[in-house]
Every structure is written in structure tokens, then in C-alpha cells.
């Protein structure tokens, strides 16, 4: 079904043939120093949960993808939010918020708990992310330690601990 102009962006589970989409949108965004970010190490050379990682369609667009990928955090299983992205004509209506919240919903009915990002707290404070404040943080490359943040779903294991160490999941 088409939507009309008017209509608001539709969220639905990305499928394995929208990847040449949305890569095009994370380059056409992010460009290449995308590439050159520590949060990349953990996603480079392998593949993302496409089972919890959604697309905002609109008018048959994709206009916006989040994606996760396991991670390991104080060796308990994890997530990493990201990239999120939402094409820079439809910026500034809320569709990346909304886009998130319904990605975390999706991830806490999948029984997954802890989530990790690097970004901007002014922005991901909206839906529920916190600093790692007081805590040695180990990760994957330079970092700034106060663009790491985290959403806990059910335990308490960041919160609990003063050493978070981040690493990849195992191939």
C-alpha cells in the first residue's frame, strides 16, 4: 500500500534486500570517516541482528535504519545500537526517537538486556540512555568516555560494576 505525502513514515523489520538502500543512506550521511570510528571496530567484518534492526519507510523510501550487533559487555551478552540513521530531508520531526524506542521494545520483547551506543547524551537521554559516569570504561579504540552510553532492560550489570570492559562478540 502507498502512502500518500501525508501519511507518516511506516517502521518495519529490515529485510536482507534493503541493505544496498540503507548503505547508501549511511554514505550519502556518514561518508567515509564512518569507517574510522572505534564503535566500527565491533561491527566490522560481521554481520548485524537483522532479526531487531528496523527501517522508517516512507512513500516506498527507506528513509531511516537502525541496526544492532551483539557485543559482549563484562563477558555478559550485549547489544550496540548502530548506526542510526534518518535521511537528512526528514530530520527534525522526531522520527529517530521514534525509531529507536520502537528498535528497544523490540529488542527487550527479544529478552535482550543491556545496550550500548556512542553519541551525543543531549539526544539519546530521550530514550532512556545514561552515561557510564564514575566507571572505567575499556573499548575497542579511543573513545570519549562520556559518548558512551547505555540502557540496562532488566539486570543491573553495568550499574553494579566500576569497570566496564567492551569487547566484540566472538566469530
Same mark, same amino acid.
Given at each position: ?20 538502500? =540503507?548503505?547508501?543512506? #549511511?554514505? *550519502?550521511?556518514? &561518508? ?9 571496530? $565491533?561491527?566490522?567484518?560481521?554481520? #548485524? ?27 555478559? +551478552?550485549?547489544?550496540?545500537?548502530? +548506526?542510526?540513521?534518518? #535521511?537528512?530531508? #526528514? ?8 525509531? =529507536?524506542?520502537?528498535? =528497544? ?13 556512542? &553519541?551525543?547524551?543531549?539526544? $539519546?537521554?530521550?530514550? &532512556?540512555?545514561?552515561?557510564?559516569? &564514575?566507571? *572505567? ?21 553495568? *550499574? ?9 562478540? +566472538?566469530?
Amino acid at each position: 500500500m502507498k502512502n500518500n505525502s501525508k501519511s507518516e513514515p511506516e517502521i518495519r523489520l529490515e529485510r536482507s534486500d534493503d541493505a544496498p538502500k =540503507i548503505d547508501n543512506l #549511511h554514505s *550519502e550521511t556518514f &561518508g567515509p570517516g564512518r569507517y574510522t570510528k572505534s564503535a566500527f571496530r $565491533y561491527r566490522e567484518k560481521r554481520e #548485524h541482528l537483522i532479526n531487531i534492526s528496523f527501517v522508517l519507510v516512507h512513500q516506498d523510501q527507506i528513509i531511516g535504519s537502525v541496526r544492532y550487533w551483539e557485543i559482549l559487555v563484562n563477558n555478559a +551478552p550485549a547489544l550496540l545500537l548502530g +548506526p542510526i540513521v534518518i #535521511h537528512p530531508d #526528514h530530520r527534525g520531526r522526531g522520527y529517530g526517537v521514534r525509531l =529507536i524506542d520502537y528498535s =528497544i521494545n523490540k529488542c527487550n520483547e527479544a529478552n535482550h538486556n543491556i545496550i550500548i551506543l556512542v &553519541g551525543d547524551l543531549s539526544y $539519546y537521554y530521550k530514550v &532512556g540512555f545514561k552515561r557510564m559516569l &564514575g566507571k *572505567e570504561i575499556i573499548f575497542a579504540g579511543p573513545v570519549n568516555n562520556d559518548r558512551v552510553l547505555y540502557r540496562e532492560i532488566k539486570t543491573n550489570i553495568i *550499574e553494579d560494576s566500576s569497570k566496564i570492559i567492551i569487547k566484540r562478540y +566472538p566469530d
